[in-house]
């Protein structure tokens, strides 16, 4: 296959995925398109011992975290405000009623979302697994994982501002 090929086949799921880890589209735009320029450069190196979507999705990742880790490093001081948006929700199950809160939006919350927070969370499985399980790849269940993440952190921040 050739790079046209390449970027015509995976290009939509690539910039899906990176507009999922963002949440910015322009951002996604722009990782999407380091993403295939990277992997023309280093389309030689690529073993074939995973399917080429992933391959793609794991460049467009770290690709990402350089781009944000250089933004970090350009900016001296970060804001509070994005450093709390990305709390860890596993810190706030160790309080009891942040726990309590969460249940209820789990409850709410529709499936796979709720099934796969409950899987990694609870149940301590790896995203390995937790594909497994859905018959889904292991970047599936990161993704959805995430989703879910954000859902929540959504409600939460829904309550905070009533």
């Not at 389309?43 to 970090?72: M, P, S």
């Not at 009891?96 to 099934?115: C, D, G, N």
Request: charged share 35%; glycine share 2%.
């Amino acid at each position: 296959m050739n790079i046209d090929e390449i970027y015509r086949t995976y290009f939509t799921t690539v910039y899906r995925y990176i507009r999922a880890i963002s949440q910015n589209e322009s951002l996604a735009e722009d990782i999407t398109q380091e993403t295939f320029f990277k992997a023309l450069k280093e389309i030689d190196k690529f073993r074939g011992d995973c399917d080429l979507r992933v391959w793609l999705c794991q460049i467009a990742k770290h690709t990402l975290y350089d781009h944000l880790k250089k933004e970090q490093k350009k900016t001296s001081v970060l804001k509070q405000e994005e450093l709390t948006s990305y709390e860890n929700i596993e810190e706030k199950l160790a309080n009891r009623s942040e726990a309590l809160k969460i249940h209820a939006v789990l409850h709410k919350m529709q499936e796979p979302y709720k099934e796969v927070f409950l899987l990694r969370t609870f149940g301590e499985l790896s995203f390995t697994e937790i594909g497994i399980i859905f018959k889904k790849s292991e970047n599936w269940a990161r993704v959805t994982y995430y989703r879910a993440k954000t859902k929540i952190r959504k409600e939460f921040a829904h309550e905070d501002n009533m």
